[in-house]
Nanobody
Framework: QVQLVESGGGSVQAGGSLRLSCAVF????????MGWFRRAPGKEREGVAA????????VYADSVKGRFTISQDNAKNTMYLQMNSLKPEDTDMYYC???????????????????WGQGTQVTVSS
């Protein structure tokens, strides 16, 4: 059974940093497409970043390019999202997700991902 568990959310002032973690159980991160998504109440879920080592794919939403970095540690079966220069508009619930495969064009589409974590809240104050 596939299980994803996020951690690392919290409250930070604008300009600060946070690192989110997604621990994976039930499969190997190196063989799956992994993504980070976020959603504020009343809004659609937005793809933030995705990584698929097997296809040499790393993609970011335009809104986070240059500020966020996605990575994974296959030895720990864990994916990370390093978030720097945080802005109040980054305030959201953040979710990690996994899919058996993805392409560069589809990696930020939530409908590609059958497995989801429970989410971790990130709050950025001005």
């Amino acid at each position: 059974q596939v299980q994803l568990v996020e951690s690392g959310g919290g409250s930070v002032q604008a300009g600060g940093s946070l690192r989110l973690s997604c621990a994976v159980f039930g499969y190997t991160t190196s063989s799956y497409c992994m993504g980070w998504f976020r959603r504020a109440p009343g809004k659609e879920r937005e793809g933030v970043a995705a990584i698929y080592i097997g296809a040499n794919i790393i993609v970011y939403a335009d809104s986070v390019k240059g500020r966020f970095t996605i990575s994974q540690d296959n030895a720990k079966n864990t994916m990370y999202l390093q978030m720097n220069s945080l802005k109040p508009e980054d305030t959201d619930m953040y979710y990690c997700a996994a899919a058996p495969w993805c392409s560069g064009a589809s990696a930020l589409r939530q409908d590609m991902y059958p497995y989801w974590g429970q989410g971790t809240q990130v709050t950025v104050s001005s």
